[in-house]
């Protein structure tokens, strides 16, 4: 980060800024540390970041990443206030993680599913969502829009069914093999297992 002040035609200080830069390591202190020349962060950058703190840790941005990447060839001056918004949010949170809690080992695997049906308003079609949560901590999660547009609600709501059965199916298998004591214990598995066929 460089640190500077814009100045009024008087000599006073009206606006403080501080500008990311890409190649911070290239200053030298006593020479250019404090000039703001330096190639600053582009929409692109700033985006490809989020992206991936996202499919990292921050499953609560999936969703403004989400609806942000549908504007990423052509990004206008909305979008990329809404791109700073959600850096600031993540400011915020800085202090905040996932902890797993070993006293819920015997809650087992709990999921939820749902879909918005026609909640993209550029194509109507539906948006399906999942989480998975062990011992108190999500260790899975999506946000993906339906490949086909659902006529009903219930229509979307089965497609988020069979999306979330692929992982439950997956997340099952992966548990067996780590030989987690409540792999057995899938409420749900055997209404989503024959969607799997």
Same mark, same amino acid.
Request: hydrophobic share 40%; aromatic share 12%.
């Given at each position: 980060?460089?640190?500077? #002040?814009?100045?009024?035609? #008087?000599?006073?200080? &009206?606006?403080?800024?501080?500008? %990311?830069? &890409? ?5 030298? /202190?006593?020479?250019?540390? /404090? ?10 950058? $700033?985006?490809?970041? $989020? +992206?991936?703190? *996202?499919?990292?840790?921050? %499953?609560?941005?999936?969703? *403004? ?30 202090? @905040? ?11 087992g695997l709990v999921t939820y599913s749902d879909s918005d049906w026609a909640g993209d308003l550029n194509s109507c079609r539906s948006i399906s969502g999942y989480v998975f949560i062990l011992c108190?901590?999500?260790? *899975? /999660? ?7 547009? +659902? @006529?009903?609600?219930?229509? +979307?709501?089965?497609? *988020? ?7 439950? +199916?997956? $997340?099952?298998?992966? $548990?067996?093999? @780590? ?16 969607? @799997?066929?």
């Amino acid at each position: 980060m460089v640190f500077s #002040e814009k100045m009024g035609a #008087e000599g006073e200080v &009206t606006r403080k800024k501080a500008r %990311l830069v &890409t190649k911070g390591f290239m200053e030298v /202190w006593g020479e250019d540390y /404090w000039h703001t020349y330096s190639p600053t962060l582009g929409h692109d950058t $700033l985006f490809s970041c $989020l +992206a991936y703190t *996202a499919i990292g840790t921050c %499953l609560d941005i999936m969703y *403004a990443i989400h609806s942000l990447s549908q504007f990423s060839i052509a990004p206008g001056p909305v979008h990329l206030m809404a791109l700073k918004r959600v850096y600031h949010y993540l400011n915020g949170m800085q202090d @905040l993680g996932i902890t797993f809690n070993g006293n819920q080992l015997q809650d087992g695997l709990v999921t939820y599913s749902d879909s918005d049906w026609a909640g993209d308003l550029n194509s109507c079609r539906s948006i399906s969502g999942y989480v998975f949560i062990l011992c108190g901590a999500i260790v *899975a /999660w999506s946000t993906k829009k339906q490949m086909m547009l +659902a @006529l009903s609600s219930t229509k +979307a709501e089965y497609m *988020a069914m069979t999306h979330t059965g692929k992982e439950v +199916a997956f $997340l099952k298998h992966t $548990l067996m093999i @780590l030989e987690y004591r409540s792999c057995s214990q899938f409420p749900y598995s055997s209404i989503i297992s024959p969607l @799997l066929c």
